[in-house]
């Protein structure tokens, strides 16, 4: 078996990719970032290709999601949604500069209920 074919058996079938996106807010918008990424939650538990998703703060005034899908098309689908888009128009006011959205793949994970 080789290595990349072992990471992808490694890796739960719901979590196979992932973002992780940070973002830094603007001075004095710390609070309004925050309470953004909590009503982000409500949005993308409607969102049946999201597998996982953690809004996260990284320090006073970074910020990160990080998110798992168990393809390619979930993920993408989770980048045209709702929360993306609200992020995106927000990030002007909200953020130092637009977030920072990396794909990733995930080489192992342990979710609830997985075998």
Do not use: C, Y
């Not at 609070?31 to 969102?47: H, M, Q, S």
């Not at 993408?76 to 959205?101: F, T, Y």
Request: cysteine-free; glycine content about 4%; overall charge neutral.
């Amino acid at each position: 078996m080789s290595l990349q074919a072992h990471a992808a058996d490694s890796a739960d079938s719901q979590a196979k990719t992932a973002l992780w996106v940070v973002m830094d807010a603007k001075n004095g918008r710390e609070d309004e970032v925050a309470k953004f990424l909590i009503g982000g939650k409500a949005v993308v538990l409607d969102e049946p290709a999201t597998s996982s998703w953690f809004a996260v703060r990284l320090s006073k005034s970074r910020f990160a999601i990080f998110d798992t899908f168990p393809s390619e098309a979930g993920r993408d689908a989770h980048l045209s949604g709702k929360v993306a888009a609200a992020l995106m128009a927000k990030a002007p006011d909200m953020l130092q500069r637009p977030p920072s959205i990396e794909k990733i793949d995930v080489l192992a994970a342990k979710l609830p209920n997985a075998k």
